[in-house]
Every structure is written in structure tokens, then in C-alpha cells.
């Protein structure tokens, strides 16, 4: 991987300004004319970086017919975010892993495999959601953009770019119908166990949180670092394929020392789709619970 390649995850950000060259610039009446102007400059190998201004500020990373970054300036999260929230990296790893890599000299990548923090596929799993979520951004926008072409002369490991299409790729929706369905399952968990710490639906494939009911007396801090370790594992088993067959994980239980119970459900209706309970109550009473919420 290249030093630049490196220093996106490095820094967990996007690149910073490019040297321009004063390439033309285009003005698009709006932004869907740019999913097809990106597929005509990729057909042209036109490598370099695309800096975007319309109802916010943009820039897309292209290299050798494949886009290698994607980020909308006003994103609120970076890719160290997407690491901690998918992957369980804490912090305290990623510091690690960039102490490490300052003391040995060796690239980000290379330290995080090194030191067993993520595989090579989890990183570009999480490098593609972070450019995914930042493309569907930009692609919100409304009203023209103008599109400035730079110069970008650094290299790409391959492993670490993407065809289009890859990054277009919508996340599942939830329906009003679905969401009020949601809405009863959590809302009957919480009166049958009123001290649960964590109460939420995720979509496994996409490890997305579709709904959720948190206790407001509870520590906020301490379900959202519960709710990111769960949504990790379960990634980690669904890629794994930890199943008797080909299908989503089943039921799982899980316990610490402290009292504390986590389990994850799947709903029968959308077995992708997981009830997560956790909380200070016995095992077998939130898995009880969880089995009740969820018949059909």
C-alpha cells in the first residue's frame, strides 16, 4: 500500500487539498448528472481528485478506473468511527497501532494486521461503508455542482479502491409498517423487564442499528459501547459464516462475571434482522423474553 493509500487510514480522514493543475471544470444542473459523469471519467482513466461544491463541499479520489476515496466535508463520522462502531477498535487500539507503526516505520495496515486489530478484508469492508455512506451523502444534495478535476499524483493499492458500483450499493430501509412493528417488540420488552440497558434492532449484513429503546436512567455511554461490541460480533459471525449452514446466526447468549446478560435474536419475519437485549437480568429471563417479543 502507498504512503497516501496508508495515511487515509492513518489518519482516519480524507486527503487533504491536491496540487490543481487547472483542469477544466465542469457545472452539473444537478447532482444526478454525476453517478453518470463519474462512470464516463472512469471509462477514460482519468486518475486524479474531484473537488465538489454545491450545497456543501466534496471530493471523490479516482485511480486507474476505480474510486479509492470518497468524502463529503460536512460527514460528522471518519473511518475511525466506522472501525470502532463495526469493528470494536477502541481508541486506545488505534493509538496503539499508529505507536506501534511510528516506532517500527511500517504502514497503518500492516500494524493493524500485525497486532491482530482487523483483517485485511475487515479493513476494506470498513473503508468501503465509510466511502459508501459519504457517496450516498453527496448524492443527497440538492441544486448544481461545479466539479474542479486536480491532480493527484499518489498511488493506490487495489486492495483498497473500488469499482462504482460497489460504493452505490443502497442499505436496506426500513418501512413505516416495519418500523411501527419494531416499535411494539422493544416497547413489549421493556414492560416485561423494565431495567434493560440496551434494547435495539440491527440489520446484520450491513451492521446497521434500525431501531433502538434505551433506558434514559441508564449510563448512554456504556450502552453505546455494548451496543458497538455487539454489532462487531455480529458482523465478525455473519462473514464467518458461524452457522450450521449458509444462513444469519441464531439465537446467542452471552454473560459477564458482572451480571450483566446480552442476548440477540433474530426476528423470524427477517432473520437478517436481530433483537438485541442486554442488560442486569438473568439470562434465561431475557432470552425468555427475546423468544416471546419475536414469535410470530
Known amino acids: 500500500m502507498s504512503g497516501m493509500s496508508l495515511r487515509l487510514v492513518y489518519d482516519a480522514d480524507a486527503p487533504g487539498p491536491p496540487p490543481h ?17 463519474l462512470r464516463q471519467w472512469l471509462r477514460e482513466g482519468r486518475d486524479g481528485e474531484l473537488q465538489l461544491h454545491g450545497a456543501g463541499s466534496a471530493c471523490v479520489c479516482l485511480f486507474e478506473g476505480r474510486v479509492a476515496w470518497v468524502r463529503v466535508r460536512e460527514y460528522p463520522c471518519n473511518l475511525g468511527d466506522v472501525m470502532r462502531d463495526e469493528l470494536g477498535v477502541s481508541q486506545v487500539a488505534l493509538r496503539q497501532a499508529i505507536a506501534h507503526c511510528r516506532a517500527t516505520g511500517t504502514r497503518l495496515a500492516e500494524g493493524l494486521l500485525s497486532l491482530s486489530l482487523v483483517t485485511s478484508a475487515e479493513l476494506r469492508d470498513c473503508l468501503r461503508r465509510h466511502l459508501t455512506e459519504n457517496l450516498a451523502d453527496l448524492l443527497a444534495w440538492s441544486g448544481p455542482v461545479t466539479v474542479e478535476h486536480g491532480l493527484w499524483p499518489h498511488r493506490y493499492d487495489h486492495t483498497y479502491t473500488f469499482e462504482l458500483d ?3 450499493a443502497s442499505p436496506p430501509t426500513v418501512s413505516e409498517h416495519e418500523r411501527e412493528r ?5 416497547d413489549e420488552c421493556r414492560q416485561r423487564i423494565a431495567k434493560l440497558s440496551l434494547a435495539c434492532i440491527i440489520e446484520v449484513e450491513h451492521g446497521l442499528l434500525l431501531h433502538s ?3 434514559p436512567e441508564d449510563d448512554a455511554r456504556a450502552a453505546e459501547e455494548l451496543l458497538s461490541l455487539c454489532t462487531a460480533n455480529l458482523r465478525r459471525l455473519t462473514q464467518n459464516r458461524v ?3 449458509d444462513d444469519p446466526p441464531e439465537a446467542m447468549l452471552l454473560a459477564e462475571a458482572d451480571g450483566s446478560s446480552l442476548v440477540i435474536q433474530p426476528l423470524p419475519w427477517r432473520p437478517n434482522w436481530m433483537l438485541v437485549l442486554g442488560g442486569k437480568a438473568q439470562l434465561g429471563r431475557l432470552l425468555a423474553v427475546a423468544t416471546a417479543a ?3
Open 21 to 37: 493543475s487547472g483542469d477544466a471544470l465542469d457545472r452539473l444542473d444537478s447532482v444526478d448528472q454525476l453517478v453518470p459523469a
Open 166 to 168: 460497489e460504493l452505490l
Open 182 to 186: 419494531l416499535t411494539m417488540v422493544l
Open 213 to 215: 429503546h434505551t433506558n
Open 243 to 245: 452457522t450450521s449452514r
Open 294 to 296: 419475536t414469535a410470530p
